[in-house]
């Protein structure tokens, strides 16, 4: 069944930074506020001593750390706008999870296969659920209603099975996104309860990129060094998934990730592995020309890429991961420097334009449109045409751009790209539908007649529903175009793209 909360309900979540001499310092508490029937985001940021904390502001904000050796935590927090936790936080989590309205904000973990485990009351295991019942805060409409009976698992309980982990690890950390309208590019559905057949994964190519993977496919079982999936989990950069909120790899969770594809049964063939005998042995030589010689070769694919940097992993010697870091910071491919840039201290690392973006020192760089051209068509981080159009090259979902240049100057064509949502064609204007079985679409509005509406998806499908099975039909706020889209580009290929469409007249 779904959930409901009255109004007045709070979620709570505070972020505390770990330190090896002193307590963990509290940075920030994220709530989540019910009110009028809907949920309200607000963060609040605590004072160095952790006695008070104060609201953020709507924009979000950046927090100096403290340098501690023995901590993970980069040198800056970043506290996200308001905006930027809707990404995540988005309508169609609450759709599937709790009784629906048009928010604006969901939780995202208020499942029951999210809350179904056992917690330890007065020195004996009781499940959650049942004790939260106990406790009088909460109700089952329904009698019939029980724990499911496959709730998630801790991804790094061994003790489970690795399809378990698998899906639960997915659950958490992709499927607010990647299930139907919410917001994912990709049309895959990851959410614990849709069976993995039915996902859109297997066997399926990719429509944003496949990174250079020879026989890509978004998971190719028996295949990891294949799946796009795993290489998006692995790297840092434009691509790399989760798509907010994440600053580091996490290694052990891609390791769970590539043994499950590994041992799911291939559909096809599997291509041989990158790392032959006689490569293996050049790995494990004490000759440096030979190990050179080895990573030269498998760095000019992302499949040997893939490959190295699982060898890496297995094989924890310093001098092969600095000989690896040798050939690759000057790379043969973005696609394969931004599998190992995780080794590299932070400040050596590429200096992406993140969330906090300072307009006027990228419209004084120096821009070089050509450059900006390669990154319209080719930068996966950047996607551009994957929904618009210049010429006869690209897709159709967003405005054609093919003379954009005589509308906009660059500050101009900056403002757009980095607010979307500020200023939209009318023709652009994203719609929400509701049918009457509950069923949610989200889109562009092709076409409406007293007999049907017509929705165009995010992935450029069209919906067509008769009138009398509309439940809801609403204008959105938010463009389909996606915030902090370019938050893993450099400063410098924002100039270079917004010096290339400003020639486009």
Known sequence: GKWKFPDGSVLVKTIH???????????????????????????????????????????????????????????????????????????????????FGVQSASPLAVDATQWSRLVQVAGMPISQLQHLRDQGLLALANKSDRAPAMPLVDPRDEAQTLDRRARSYLHVNCAHCHQFNAGGAANIALSHHVPLASTGTLGTRP?????????????????????????????????????????????????????????????????????????????????????????????????????????????????????????????????????????????????????????????RLPANAEQGRTVFFNNPAAACKNCHRIGKQGETLGPDLSTIGKKYGAAQLLDQILEPSRLMDPKYVPYLMETAEGQILTGLLEKQTDAEVWIKDARNRIHKVPAEDIELLVRQRKSLMPELLLRDLTAQQVADLVAFLATLK
């Not at 001593?49 to 100096?64: C, R």
């Not at 691509?239 to 041992?263: E, K, Q, T």
């Not at 040798?326 to 995780?342: I, Q």
């Open 207 to 363: 429509t944003q990129g496949t990174f250079g993977i020879t026989g890509a496919r978004i998971i190719s079982p028996g295949d990891p060094l294949g799946s796009v999936l795993y290489y998006r989990i692995s790297k840092l950069g434009g691509g790399r998934m989760p798509r907010l909120g994440s600053v580091h790899v996490d290694v052990a969770g891609a390791s769970m990730i590539h043994d499950w594809i590994a041992n799911l049964t291939p559909q096809e063939t599997v291509a041989p592995h990158p790392i032959t005998p006689r490569l293996a042995a050049s790995l494990a030589s004490n000759s440096d020309n030979d190990r050179t010689a080895a990573i030269t070769a498998l760095t000019t694919t992302t499949r040997g890429a893939l490959a190295l940097l699982r060898w890496v992993a297995d094989h924890p010697d310093p001098r092969l991961r600095a000989q690896v870091l040798a050939v690759t910071r000057p790379p043969p491919a973005t696609e394969v420097r931004d599998l190992f840039e995780r080794f590299l201290p932070p400040d050596q690392r590429v200096k992406r334009l993140g969330t906090v973006v300072d307009r006027g020192a990228i419209l």
């Open 17 to 99: 930074q770990r330190r090896s001499n002193a307590m963990p310092r509290k940075l920030e508490t994220q709530i989540l506020h019910r009110e009028d029937n809907s949920w309200r985001p607000y963060t609040y940021v605590w004072n160095d001593a952790g006695t008070d904390a104060e609201l953020a502001p709507a924009g979000g904000l950046d927090l100096d750390l403290a340098v501690d050796p023995a901590s993970p935590s980069p040198d800056r927090w970043r506290v996200h706008s308001r905006s930027a936790c809707l990404l995540c936080h988005n309508p169609w989590v609450e759709a599937r999870t709790t009784v």
